[in-house]
């Protein structure tokens, strides 16, 4: 361990100790700012760094731990040398020890301040250092610890601030107070981190091995969710090696602070530790059927608030504003009874940017006390985004984000909304996909927000109302729904749109705000602070400063409150400043830029060299395309528009060579492809077009962290992790300074978006969509596109070990863009098919590659059980022309595992209607082919035959929706004619086939359950008669059975029992 120590001149050195020699020592505990401002270990080691912000901290510690006493002080920022991963992986580790271990443990608080304060308990409660995902384990390691104010006068110890540190962290008293953490479960333990945040999004689960008693190698790029998969299988296999022990196992507890007796934790036995490790997994598998991909894109996509504007929204004095109802008496009033309230404005005028600002800035304690009552507060944020995937942009997909975010911070609402099948169905080996209709996810919430009353209050902030599509009943639905979860006294909402008319016949009465009125001053800052940050403009107002003030104020006046057309002005005119424009041509430009955002992007539009016109075309219409087919899960990248240069959307197979010249899991020639994408998106788009950079941080609001790629983005470039400027040049570092597996990763994290949704509209009007149509003489195959760049980029991650669960999400998409409708019976369907054959069946399909939600997870998790291949994989996704070329006679009698008739006969998305993807109802095409070649409806499979495993399904699927497909009764009248058996016994009529179940176990199980029988069939079935040479089993008549149906099929029954009679009785084997 690594020691600091304060030496007689004033100066800092580190000191060595190993073993048991370690001296005692005062340790720090802080946030970090800026790694620019902070003292490494570099900089002690070379004499630097005492000019660096960071110094104060040390300088600190080091008189405060002299005062206790103590020589010795250790401080994370500069005691452990980063550049070698073998110490940073032992500091880590050993992290929670050496806090432990600790004499004094101090905090410093650097936005706390003690001096003319006398609110500083309010500071103290909204103090950064509680949202830090390292300061979790320093806030409970210590057997002392004290609290200080930015001065470095202290606030108070852990016991005299007990009742605030609860309050605002959620930690119970006792384990503030040193109880044994082991006395806690998993699932606390972990609610303790939810609302956390770390600088890298690894370091969320590695900042908790601490709190769990883990060791575990760091591995900085594995990215937020395997750290975490990594952190949770570690303690299930410690819990397992405890549990493994003798029965009477105990592990001794430390002295608890100030107690008497030592503690002793008797750990679990092997069955209760097999329950708690179901019952959590079950509930992550119930959160990851409601996650879905991008759910937090759009909210942090949103540009940040200048600094300095939006904050009289939440200033006392705004109470007086006219025209306005005040935000903070609504927020804090308990007896308010409109408990929506509503944010309006015109396009572009900031209502996106105000919610997230309310999102990060509403303050249960400053804000909201008077109404939660010191009650715990849920708070929900969504974010609607019209250009966006299909969830995004969907009520469906709300609803599923609501009810997430509910289960996420209050656990004891699983057990309300979750019903036993549901349950079952997660708690399964390899479950994953639970499908949830909408009538479902309201009811759910609904019975969260009844079990909430009197224990718990609930704010939903909820941005974009105007960007939901379908038609005014879809609107009118949502505002209904919202109007009836607010009617809850302890709910309230705060939405944001469009000021159309459907909101304002449903929000009257209600408070609001309408944006454009109240931002003058906002826009003026937002002005000031851009263009006064550029040294050319700096130079101008030195020289005509009357004329540079002039200049701002008619932005201002021009902007009408329209902040995205102040955004779009300012960097046009820095690029003016960029190319040396005095200020008589910055006039004369800003003099010429239209007032209206439409006729801005028309002149965007008319600036387009005519060269360029037709690439531009190409870019914007793959941009605007919205798969309609099916519920996309992939975003537009940067890597997906790097073959725009080809001339031919189908240029895999119209050039039968281009594959064998393409290697994308080259370093250098993804490097080059990216650079000369983003180059073509820049140079054609015109700004229409951004890049942003995903990366996944540690937090639950934060999962992306948008960084301009772009020039179309100027104003909105920031640093990523490493500190690197990520502009241009900056991302193509990140992409070289990787091995070629993390350069895949990075490049699939480039993200291609509108730079507003505004430009979005525009485009789509009729006059400037016949405009692109006419730049690209005619509409442009963006669906035969996009399937050819896909397949280049899985061909190439596909020969990438590391990358096969990035490999398997991409064979998703383009298995489902073969088996489109309107493309699925084609020969270019079944081309592009072959292509991926080999490489799709050679992936590793570990179930721990496969998370939720992949559409080909159900097929992966059983592919070895049924002894799947490629072509049943064609099968469930009903790429029909692929089927019908290589299904063949050999094919259907040898294949071993699940038979081929099965999967034609129970699909593998029955109920898929919310995905809208693969095959949802028998083939009675390939049903016939499948006949003809031999395959016998009686064949045994598993515990049951093809036939009665097919009536058992349909059965259940009738159960649920009374309706179906007609190829379901095809499918009867075709078996029947096949030589299906017409009587059938009892055991094989009881297998678990529930078609809810497919996604998650076996398509049967060995379990005749009675109860099952007369649940799918009731007791009203009559027993065969005859039962001579059928044994001692019962049996009973699929005429009888067909009975059942006949609700959904009516008199289609009685055609199907005469041909069962013409084809007289037959025994089931």
């Given at each position: 361990?690594?020691?600091?120590k304060?030496?007689?001149?004033?100066?800092?050195?580190?000191?060595?100790?190993?073993?048991?020699?370690?001296?005692?020592?005062?340790?720090?505990?802080?946030?970090?700012?800026?790694?620019y401002?902070?003292?490494?270990?570099?900089?002690?080691?070379?004499?630097?760094g005492?000019?660096?912000?960071?110094y104060r901290?040390?300088?600190?510690?080091?008189?405060?731990?002299?005062?206790?006493?103590?020589?010795?002080?250790?401080?994370?920022?500069?005691?452990?040398?980063?550049?070698?991963s073998?110490?940073l992986?032992?500091?880590?580790?050993?992290?929670?020890?050496?806090?432990?271990?600790?004499a004094?443990c101090?905090?410093?608080?650097?936005d706390?301040?003690?001096?003319?304060?006398?609110t500083?308990?309010?500071s103290?409660?909204?103090?950064?250092?509680?949202?830090?995902?390292?300061?979790?384990?320093?806030?409970?390691?210590?057997?002392?610890?004290?609290?200080?104010?930015v001065?470095g006068?202290i606030?108070?110890?852990?016991?005299?601030?007990?009742?605030?540190i609860?309050?605002?962290t959620?930690?119970?008293?006792?384990?503030?107070?040193?109880?044994?953490?082991?006395?806690?479960?998993?699932?606390?333990?972990?609610?303790?981190?939810?609302?956390?945040?770390?600088?890298?999004?690894?370091?969320?689960?590695?900042?908790?091995?601490?709190?769990?008693?883990?060791?575990?190698?760091?591995i900085?790029?594995?990215?937020?969710r395997?750290?975490?998969a990594?952190?949770?299988?570690?303690?299930?296999?410690?819990?397992?090696d405890?549990?493994?022990?003798a029965?009477?196992?105990f592990?001794p507890?430390?002295?608890?602070?100030?107690?008497?007796?030592?503690?002793?934790?008797?750990?679990?036995?092997?069955?209760?530790?097999t329950?708690?490790?179901?019952r959590?997994?079950?509930q992550?598998?119930?959160?990851?059927s409601?996650?879905?991909s991008?759910?937090?894109?759009?909210?942090?996509?949103?540009?940040e608030?200048?600094?300095g504007?939006y904050?009289?929204?939440?200033?006392?004095?705004?109470?007086?504003?006219?025209?306005s109802?005040?935000?903070?008496d609504?927020?804090?009033?308990?007896?308010e009874s409109?408990?929506?309230?509503?944010?309006?404005?015109?396009?572009g005028?900031?209502?996106?940017?105000?919610?997230r600002f309310?999102?990060?800035?509403?303050?249960?304690?400053d804000?909201?006390?008077?109404?939660t009552?010191n009650?715990?507060?849920?708070?929900?944020?969504?974010?609607?985004?019209?250009?966006g995937?299909?969830?995004?942009?969907?009520?469906?997909?709300?609803?599923?984000?609501l009810?997430?975010?509910?289960?996420?911070?209050?656990?004891d609402?699983?057990s309300?909304?979750?019903?036993?099948?549901?349950?079952?169905a997660?708690?399964?080996?390899?479950?994953?996909?639970?499908?949830?209709?909408?009538?479902?996810?309201q009811?759910?919430?609904?019975?969260?927000?009844?079990?909430?009353?009197?224990?718990?209050?609930v704010?939903?902030?909820?941005?974009g109302?105007?960007?939901?599509?379908?038609?005014d009943?879809?609107?009118?639905?949502?505002a209904?729904?919202l109007i009836?979860?607010a009617?809850?006294?302890?709910?309230?909402?705060?939405?944001?749109?469009?000021?159309?008319?459907?909101?304002?016949?449903?929000?009257?009465?209600f408070p609001?705000?309408?944006?454009?009125?109240?931002?003058?001053d906002?826009?003026s800052?937002y002005i000031?602070a851009?263009?006064?940050?550029?040294?050319g403009?700096?130079?101008l107002?030195?020289?005509?400063?009357?004329s540079?003030?002039l200049?701002?104020?008619?932005?201002?006046?021009?902007a009408s409150?329209?902040?995205l057309?102040?955004?779009?002005?300012?960097?046009e005119?820095?690029?003016?400043l960029?190319?040396?424009?005095?200020?008589?041509?910055l006039?004369?430009k800003?003099?010429l830029?239209?007032?209206d955002?439409?006729?801005?992007?028309r002149?965007?539009?008319?600036?387009?060299?005519?060269?360029?016109?037709?690439?531009?075309?190409?870019?914007?219409?793959?941009?605007?395309?919205?798969?309609?087919d099916f519920?996309?899960?992939h975003?537009l990248r940067?890597?997906?528009?790097?073959?725009?240069?080809v001339?031919?959307?189908?240029?895999?197979?119209?050039?039968?060579?281009?594959?064998?010249?393409?290697?994308?899991?080259?370093?250098?020639?993804?490097?080059?492809?990216?650079?000369?994408t983003?180059r073509r998106?820049?140079s054609?788009?015109m700004?229409?077009?951004e890049?942003?950079y995903?990366?996944?941080s540690?937090?639950?609001?934060?999962?992306?962290?948008?960084?301009a790629?772009s020039?179309?983005?100027?104003?909105?470039?920031?640093?990523?992790?490493?500190?690197?400027?990520?502009?241009?040049d900056?991302?193509?570092?990140?992409?070289?300074?990787?091995?070629?597996?993390?350069?895949?990763?990075?490049?699939h994290?480039?993200?291609?978006d509108?730079?507003?949704?505004?430009?979005?509209?525009?485009?789509?009007?009729?006059?400037t969509?016949?405009?692109?149509?006419?730049?690209s003489?005619?509409?442009?195959?963006?669906?035969?596109?996009l399937v050819?760049?896909?397949?280049?980029?899985?061909?190439?991650?596909?020969?990438?070990?590391?990358?096969?669960?990035?490999?398997m999400?991409?064979?998703?998409?383009?298995?489902?863009?073969l088996?489109?409708?309107?493309?699925?019976d084609?020969?270019?369907?079944?081309?592009?098919a072959a292509?991926?054959?080999?490489?799709?069946?050679?992936?590793p399909?570990?179930?721990?590659?496969?998370?939720s939600?992949?559409?080909t997870?159900?097929s992966?998790?059983?592919?070895?059980?049924?002894?799947?291949?490629?072509l049943t994989?064609?099968?469930?996704?009903?790429?029909?022309?692929?089927?019908?070329?290589h299904?063949n006679?050999?094919?259907v009698?040898t294949?071993?595992g699940r038979?081929?008739l099965?999967y034609?006969?129970?699909?593998?998305?029955?109920?898929a209607?919310?995905?809208n993807v693969?095959?949802?109802?028998?083939?009675?095409?390939?049903?016939?082919m499948?006949?003809?070649?031999?395959?016998?409806?009686?064949q045994?499979?598993g515990?049951?035959?093809?036939?009665?495993?097919?009536?058992?399904?349909?059965?259940d699927?009738?159960?649920?929706?009374?309706?179906?497909h007609i190829?379901?009764?095809?499918?009867?009248?075709?078996?029947?004619?096949a030589?299906a058996?017409?009587?059938?016994?009892?055991?094989?009529?009881s297998?678990?086939?529930?078609?809810?179940?497919?996604?998650?176990?076996?398509?049967?199980?060995?379990?005749?359950?009675e109860?099952?029988?007369?649940?799918?069939?009731t007791s009203?079935v009559?027993?065969?008669?005859?039962?001579?040479?059928?044994?001692?089993?019962?049996?009973?008549?699929?005429?009888?059975?067909?009975?059942?149906f006949r609700?959904?099929?009516g008199?289609v029954?009685?055609?199907?029992?005469e041909?069962?009679s013409?084809k007289?009785?037959?025994h089931?084997?």
């Open positions: 361990m690594r020691l600091l304060l030496l007689d001149d004033g100066a800092l050195s580190l000191v060595e100790f190993t073993g048991s020699d370690i001296p005692p020592y005062a340790i720090l505990s802080h946030t970090w700012g800026p790694d401002e902070e003292v490494t270990f570099n900089d002690l080691d070379k004499g630097t005492r000019n660096k912000i960071g901290k040390l300088t600190f510690c080091a008189k405060q731990a002299e005062q206790d006493g103590l020589q010795f002080f250790w401080v994370d920022t500069c005691c452990i040398d980063k550049s070698s073998a110490e992986t032992e500091a880590i580790n050993s992290m929670f020890q050496w806090y432990h271990k600790s004094q101090y905090v410093y608080m650097s706390v301040a003690l001096r003319g304060n006398v500083w308990e309010q103290f409660q909204r103090s950064k250092w509680f949202t830090r995902g390292w300061t979790l384990q320093e806030l409970l390691a210590p057997k002392s610890l004290h609290f200080f104010a001065e006068d606030l108070g110890n852990r016991t005299s601030l007990l009742q605030a609860h309050n605002v959620g930690v119970s008293h006792g384990a503030l107070q040193g109880e044994p953490l082991h006395h806690y479960s998993m699932e606390t333990r972990f609610s303790w981190a939810e609302r956390r945040e770390t600088k890298r999004e690894e370091d969320l689960a590695y900042s908790l091995l601490g709190i769990f008693g883990i060791y575990m190698p760091l900085y790029g594995e990215g937020r395997s750290a975490f990594r952190l949770r299988k570690e303690i299930d296999e410690s819990l397992k405890q549990t493994l022990s029965s009477s196992y592990i507890a430390d002295q608890n602070e100030g107690a008497l007796n030592r503690h002793y934790l008797s750990i679990s036995n092997m069955e209760q530790y329950l708690e490790k179901e959590l997994n079950a992550q598998n119930i959160l990851d409601l996650r879905y991008r759910m937090e894109e759009r909210k942090l996509q949103i540009n608030a200048q600094t504007t904050g009289w929204i939440l200033d006392p004095e705004f109470r007086t504003i006219p025209q109802d005040s935000l903070l609504w927020l804090s009033s308990c007896t409109r408990r929506i309230y509503w944010i309006y404005g015109k396009p005028s900031g209502k996106s940017t105000m919610m309310l999102g990060r800035n509403i303050s249960t304690l804000h909201m006390l008077p109404w009552k009650k715990p507060l849920l708070r929900i944020q969504h974010f609607f985004w019209n250009p995937s299909e969830l995004q942009k969907s009520i469906h997909g709300f609803l599923r984000a009810l997430c975010q509910l289960l996420m911070q209050n656990s609402l699983f309300q909304v979750v019903c036993s099948n549901r349950w079952a997660a708690s399964a080996p390899g479950a994953y996909q639970i499908d949830w209709t909408q009538a479902e996810l009811q759910s919430i609904c019975e969260c927000i009844r079990f909430l009353k009197g224990s718990a209050t704010f939903i902030l909820l941005d109302l105007d960007e939901v599509s379908g038609t009943d879809t609107q009118t639905e949502l209904e729904f009836k979860i009617s809850f006294q302890h709910v309230k909402i705060c939405v944001s749109s469009r000021p159309w008319n459907i909101f304002r016949d449903a929000f009257k009465g609001r705000l309408r944006l454009e009125d109240l931002t003058r906002d826009i800052l000031n851009k263009l006064s940050s550029h040294a403009f700096q130079l107002s030195q020289y005509h400063q009357a540079a003030v200049l701002t104020r008619q932005i201002s006046q021009k409150g329209v902040f057309w102040v955004r779009l002005v300012v960097r005119l820095l690029a003016g960029r190319d040396g424009d005095g200020i008589k041509t006039q004369r800003l003099e830029i239209p007032n955002l439409n006729d801005y992007f002149r965007l539009m008319d600036s387009i060299p005519p060269q360029q016109r037709h690439k531009a075309s190409v870019l914007l219409q793959i941009a605007l395309y919205a798969e309609k519920v996309t899960l975003p940067l890597i997906d528009l790097c073959f725009t240069d001339e031919e959307p189908g240029f895999i197979l119209s050039d039968s060579a281009f594959l064998a010249n393409v290697d994308l899991a080259n370093r250098n020639e993804l490097k080059f492809r990216l650079d000369s983003l998106l820049n054609y788009c700004g229409l077009l890049c942003h995903e990366r996944t540690g937090s639950v609001d934060d999962s992306l962290i948008p960084v790629l020039a179309s983005a100027a104003d909105r470039l920031s640093s990523d992790h490493d500190g690197a400027n990520t502009t241009q900056g991302f193509q570092r990140k992409v070289s300074r990787k091995d070629d597996t993390d350069a895949f990763l990075q490049a994290k480039v993200t291609v509108f730079f507003h949704r505004t430009c979005r509209d525009f485009l789509l009007t009729p006059e969509w016949h405009m692109l149509l006419g730049f003489t005619g509409p442009y195959n963006v669906q035969m596109y050819n760049a896909r397949i280049c980029q899985f061909l190439a991650m596909a020969t990438i070990k590391k990358r096969a669960r990035e490999a999400s991409l064979a998703s998409n383009i298995l489902s863009s088996a489109r409708p309107a493309f699925r084609t020969i270019n369907s079944a081309a592009l292509i991926i054959k080999t490489a799709v069946e050679n992936l399909r570990a179930r721990n590659l496969v998370s939600p992949r559409y997870n159900p992966i998790f059983s592919w070895d059980e049924e002894q799947s291949s490629f994989l064609a099968i469930d996704f009903d790429i029909v022309s692929y089927v019908r070329q299904l006679l050999e094919y009698r294949k071993g038979p081929i099965d034609l006969l129970r699909p593998r998305f029955p109920t209607d919310s995905y693969g095959n949802q109802k028998p083939n009675t095409e390939l049903l016939c499948v006949l003809n070649h031999g395959a016998h409806p009686n045994k499979y515990f049951s035959s093809i036939w009665a495993l097919y009536l058992c399904f349909l059965a699927l009738l159960k649920e929706h009374p309706t179906c190829e379901y009764a095809v499918a009867l009248k075709l078996m029947i004619q030589g058996a017409v009587v059938l016994p009892r055991s094989w009529l297998c678990e086939t529930d078609y809810a179940f497919y996604s998650h176990t076996s398509l049967f199980e060995d379990d005749t359950d109860d099952r029988f007369s649940t799918r069939w009203a009559p027993i065969v008669d005859e039962k001579a040479d059928l044994g001692s089993e019962s049996y009973y008549a699929v005429g009888d059975l067909l009975e059942h609700p959904a099929l008199l029954v009685d055609r199907l029992k041909l069962i013409s007289g009785t037959f089931p084997m």
